[in-house]
């Protein structure tokens, strides 16, 4: 597996959900033949309230992919497939340039 990180990105912790993140991230680019890039951890400015602060949440690039709103659902049903534990944005006003995705298990 290969996934880059931008320089500059702190990754708080590096726990199940990262871990878990990465592996569904990984999976979903290498059908597309691409190698993913995270642009964001809990490093910057974000939403008051963000996930980002508390290492809950990562941003990932989508420069050069041919697709991403289809990588976009893709990743999402690959993360939460049996149980929501991911939310993913993309293409919306705040995450027309990245994919954010932040672990943020829904009670059943």
């Known amino acids: 597996m290969?996934?880059?990180i931008k320089q500059g990105v702190w990754i708080l912790y590096i726990n199940d959900p990262f871990l878990a993140f990465c592996q569904g991230l990984w999976e979903v680019?290498?059908?597309?033949?691409?190698?993913?890039t995270i642009t964001s951890?809990?490093?910057g400015q974000h939403m008051e309230g963000s996930l980002h602060y508390k290492g809950l949440a990562w941003d990932v690039r989508i420069?050069?992919?041919h697709d991403p709103?289809?990588?976009a659902q893709q990743l999402d049903r690959h993360l939460n497939a049996g149980?929501?534990?991911?939310?993913?944005?993309?293409?919306?006003?705040?995450?027309?340039y990245h994919i954010h995705v932040e672990y943020d298990?829904?009670?059943r």
Do not use: N, V
């Not at 680019?29 to 993913?36: A, E, I, L, S, V």
């Not at 939310?87 to 006003?93: P, T």
């Open 29 to 36: 680019w290498q059908r597309w033949g691409d190698t993913p």
């Open 83 to 96: 149980a929501k534990m991911y939310d993913l944005r993309y293409g919306d006003e705040y995450h027309r």
């Open 69 to 71: 709103y289809t990588m």
């Open 41 to 43: 951890g809990c490093e």
């Open 63 to 65: 420069w050069g992919i």
């Open 2 to 4: 290969e996934i880059h």
């Open 105 to 107: 298990p829904k009670e």
